[in-house]
């Protein structure tokens, strides 16, 4: 039986894992779980699961959380909370599903706690990929892809030799808008954005697939789990997420993973790795869908994706920059204080006045975060 604990319960990763839990209760033991603001829902999930210990974003929440929760369940709150849920359980694995650049702190304490992690929440790795991968290097402990793209480039390399690979290729959808020009993205709803062709996710991931930032938030993901250069990482639109990225080797040879759009695959994968289940989840067939789509990225229309290579190839806190200038952009938008296109405008400003650091310790990265945040709310169209 595997002991788990997730941050971000109440999320749409959290909740897919719960569900994945729900199918297959003989296989895991849920030690913890930690909401924001939801609480009907955590309620439920706290019910339902019966951990040791949840987690709400606030000291009034926590104390609703208590009243409606049984005795055997000790509830928290806060950044200290999340971080109790993350290191102070017999978890052996912490689902990271927390939404920006918070879950950093606490996937770090469940890395030196020793636990294994299946990594939904990229932000922390494109925030501070070089403090992160030093913990998991120095605790020895396991990351798990739980991003369908990486767990696709994970399955693909298992029992290959690395130093054959020689490019890897991760898929965009293209987003909502990837039938308009760009021209076309003027006066873009919030509703519209929210629009994903293929998947269901959260709010801000959403808007990220619409601008292309997460790719670039992938694409600097991919670099720290597979210790992968940029040159060696493309990005190719792929309309419909069926082939979910492939690995080139040197003999021109690719393996690529496939299935469904279903977040509840790569989600189990990471839970049960080595060993594979069935799941709930349908099987694809190929011959019904009949054909699939292909088209070269184009860099002009989706001016994110090159600020994120540029910024990850500057490396030092300039990915952190990008990222949290990229969140509060979002969380602008979602508002209904800035225009979609004024996104890559906040972004653009935030990178072009941020003077980089190389080899950021945590302090300084969590300082330029917070910079980056202000400068970006502080921005006037
Ligand atoms: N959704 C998907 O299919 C995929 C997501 N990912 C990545 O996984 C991560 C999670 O994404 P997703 O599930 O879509 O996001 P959601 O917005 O659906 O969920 C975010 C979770 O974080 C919690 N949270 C937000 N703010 C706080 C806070 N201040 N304190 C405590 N908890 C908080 C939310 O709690 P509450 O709702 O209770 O406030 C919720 O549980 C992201 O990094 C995303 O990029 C990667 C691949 C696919
Ligand atoms: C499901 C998942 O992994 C998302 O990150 C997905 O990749 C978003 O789709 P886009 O390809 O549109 O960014
Ligand atoms: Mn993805």
């Not at 930690?34 to 999930?45: D, M, P």
């Not at 599903?97 to 990229?122: E, F, Y």
Request: net charge negative.
């Amino acid at each position: 039986m595997k002991r788990i604990a997730i941050l971000g319960s109440t999320g749409s990763i959290g909740t897919q894992t719960l569900d994945i839990v729900q199918h297959a209760p003989e296989k895991f033991q849920v030690e913890a779980l930690s909401g924001g603001y939801n609480t009907k829902l955590l309620i439920e999930q706290a019910n339902q699961f019966k951990p040791k210990l949840v987690s709400v974003a606030t000291k009034e929440l926590a104390d609703e959380v208590l009243m409606n929760v049984s005795a055997g369940t000790k509830v928290v709150y806060g950044e200290e909370g999340l971080i109790e849920v993350a290191a102070a359980t017999d978890a052996d694995l912490v689902v990271t599903a927390l939404v920006g650049s918070q879950g950093l702190r606490p996937t770090l304490a469940a890395i030196d706690a020793g636990k294994h992690i299946g990594l939904a929440n990229k932000e922390t790795l494109v925030s501070a990929g070089h403090i992160v991968t030093e913990a998991v290097r120095k605790k020895g402990i396991a990351v798990l892809p739980i991003d369908s793209e990486h767990s696709a480039i994970y399955q693909c390399l298992n029992g290959e030799n690395r130093s054959q690979v020689s490019k890897i290729t991760i898929t965009a959808s293209g987003g909502s808008f990837r039938e308009r020009t760009r021209a076309e993205l003027e006066g873009v709803t919030v509703e519209q954005a929210l629009q994903h062709p293929n998947w269901s996710m959260g709010a801000k991931i959403t808007i990220d697939s619409a601008t292309m930032v997460n790719k670039g938030l992938e694409v600097i993901e991919a670099h720290w789990l597979f210790d992968l250069s940029y040159d060696q990482i493309d990005v190719l639109i792929h309309p419909e997420s069926v082939i979910h990225s492939y690995v080139e080797f040197v003999d021109n040879s690719i393996i690529a993973q496939l299935g469904n759009p279903d977040m509840r695959v790569p989600i189990q994968y990471a839970l049960t790795y080595p060993d594979r289940y069935t799941t709930p989840t349908k099987r694809l067939d190929l011959a019904a869908i009949g054909k699939l789509h292909f088209r070269e990225m184009d860099y002009t229309r989706y001016p994110c994706l090159r600020m994120a290579y540029e910024s990850g190839r500057q490396g030092g806190t300039t990915p952190t920059v990008f990222n949290a200038a990229n969140e509060m952009a979002v969380a602008r938008f979602l508002k209904g204080e800035i225009t979609f296109l004024q996104i890559e405008q906040v972004i653009e400003a935030a990178l072009q006045k941020h003077e980089s650091y190389s080899n950021p310790e945590l302090d300084l990265i969590h300082e330029q975060d917070q910079w980056a945040r202000s400068f970006a709310e502080s921005i006037q169209f």
